[in-house]
């Protein structure tokens, strides 16, 4: 499905990403792993095309890298960023139908299904988008960039800041969203939550790979975690 | 009294309008790309010029969407081939860039047209009293532009809110990253909200043309208040560049009507103060001051309240 190979990508002068390999298959849920600061999130936004990425990503046999975020987004690549970028003034409903892409008339994921799985969102249908609880823009957020229909999603840091019930709820969303055949991409602070639902765990740290393997492996490997994850 | 207020309000609304005609495309423009349009006043003056020139061989009414719609090409290729390239080179580099279109067009407007007014006149159809208030006669054309403006504000506020490319737009003026990452052509659609945006510049220019004077300073002239406009505003706030044009518009035709002075306000305590140099202050009008109105009003903004009435942008 997409396939990364010595990505490297500049903030200014700064060499954030130092030549990341990481693979997806289809199906699959993956996570990224590791402390602040390391490049997981500029990886994400890398292969969206802002910072421009030097390197190979190839995805569904085609490679994007240099191709602007709006023609990777449409090859079927969603991005759901940190910082949620719901649009404030704009209704939880206009959000959602923003998600559409230009010509894409119906999705495997609409606004019904949206209003199903998360009925508080539909009673705030009307409301604007920068009126939600964190919890609600998370969830808002990724229903959105489903709308578009892709066939992988990146999503970083979904549950920063949110409750343990929240949290919960995501994880399910998460799981939901692989039974239907996307791949996702995880980049994940809480270890429990990426190592119950990710199928294969990646460990970065200062701008590449440090560690591939199984939730199961790195829970064997007490080193990689020690020197990698834990604080 | 009441027919000073009554004139000075529909001028000062006409005003305002016509200020809000440029001033949305500013802050639009502004908030999508982050790019301070120093050129925007001179799409203005074009548009003036081109409706002059329209208006001698066939006509004002052709005038009246040609001039626009030129005037959006230009801006459309002025977005495509040069803001495009110098936006990879940063803010500052834009900022020159449009800083230095503004010299340009102003060069080309004097090589064509030379320095002094050109003849634009209201045309006959619109040259007659539209209705007289107590001795007043208020001129057809002032009403034709003021209704045009409003049509314009009503098109565009459907537009913006109830179409799918506004509600694009809407959503690029806080995270026009993201709304790349959905899927939309950001790039595309900058492009022709800088058409957009210059049109209705020059929609402003072809109707305000031949009610006041159409010169080739009259860019350099106007550019500073849209600038008030947008800030006082809020960068980026369409309802607020509403209000700023409407309030600027307002306070601006109301000063120039009064002959109130400290002297007046103060009454009997004014005649006591001392020296010949306070009593010049007394004494200055408000008509007087008029010109710094704006101004002030944009320094105690930004003091205190740096976001402006309505803006929601904190840069």
């Known amino acids: ?231 | 009294m009441i027919e000073i207020v009554l004139i000075s309000t529909l001028n000062g609304v006409l005003y305002g309008m016509l200020l809000f005609l440029m001033a949305s495309g500013l802050t639009i423009i502004f908030s999508m790309m982050g790019v301070l349009n120093f050129a925007h006043a001179s799409f203005y003056m074009l548009g003036a010029f081109f409706g002059f020139e329209i208006s001698r061989r066939i006509g004002f009414w052709p005038g009246l969407v040609l001039a626009p719609l030129l005037v959006g090409l230009i801006g459309v290729a002025v977005e495509r081939y040069g803001l495009r390239r110098v936006h990879r080179h940063g803010h500052v580099a834009e900022l020159l860039f449009t800083f230095g279109l503004t010299f340009v067009i102003q060069e080309a407007v004097e090589m064509v047209w030379g320095k002094l007014p050109v003849d634009y006149r209201v045309p006959p159809s619109l040259d007659f009293p539209a209705f007289t208030v107590f001795a007043t006669n208020y001129p057809a054309f002032k009403l034709f532009e003021l209704l045009t403006a409003l049509a314009i504000f009503a098109a565009l506020l459907v537009v913006v809110t109830r179409t799918r490319i506004g509600l694009v737009v809407q959503a690029a003026l806080t995270h026009p990253a993201m709304v790349a990452m959905l899927g939309h052509n950001v790039d595309r659609i900058f492009m022709l909200v800088f058409g957009v945006g210059a049109a209705l510049a020059a929609v402003a220019g072809v109707i305000a043309g031949p009610a006041l004077v159409t010169q080739s300073n009259m860019a350099a002239l106007l550019g500073p208040i849209l600038f008030v406009v947008v800030v006082i505003g809020g960068l980026g706030s369409l309802p607020g560049a509403f209000f700023a044009s409407l309030l600027i518009g307002l306070v601006q035709t109301f000063a120039v009507a009064s002959n109130a002075s400290l002297a007046d306000l103060l009454g009997p305590l004014a005649s006591g103060a001392g020296s010949s140099f306070l009593r010049d202050i007394w004494n200055v009008t408000v008509a007087q001051v008029a010109p710094i109105i704006p101004y002030l009003l944009l320094v105690l903004i930004l003091i205190f309240r740096p976001r402006g009435l309505m803006g929601q942008r904190e840069s």
């Open chain 1, 1 to 231: 499905m997409l396939n990364v190979r010595d990505l490297h990508a500049y903030y200014g002068k700064s060499h954030i990403l130092q030549g990341v390999n990481f693979h997806v298959g289809a199906n699959e849920i993956v996570s990224i792993l590791g402390r602040n600061g390391v490049g997981r999130s500029t990886t994400l936004k890398a292969i969206m095309g802002d910072p421009a990425p030097r390197g190979e990503i190839v995805f569904k046999g085609r490679p994007v890298a240099g191709l602007k975020p709006h023609e990777i987004a449409r090859l079927g690549i969603g991005y759901v960023p940190e910082e949620r970028a719901i649009f404030p003034a704009l209704t939880v409903e206009q959000n959602l139908l923003l998600g559409l892409k230009p010509g894409q008339k119906a999705s495997r994921w609409s606004v019904e299904e949206t209003w199903r799985l998360f009925p508080q969102l539909r009673e705030r249908a009307n409301a604007p988008g920068g009126a939600l609880s964190g919890g609600e823009q998370q969830m808002l957020t990724i229903c959105r960039t489903l709308m578009g229909a892709p066939d992988l999603i990146m999503i970083d840091e979904p549950t920063e800041g949110l409750s343990p019930q929240m949290v919960e709820r995501i994880g399910d969303l998460l799981q939901e969203i692989a039974r239907r055949g996307i791949s996702i991409v995880l980049v994940e602070q809480r270890l429990v939550i990426a190592l119950r639902i990710s199928h294969r765990v990646y460990v970065m740290g200062h701008g590449h790979i440090v560690f591939e393997g199984t939730p199961a492996d790195l829970m064997a490997n007490a080193e990689v975690r020690r020197e990698w994850l834990e604080v």
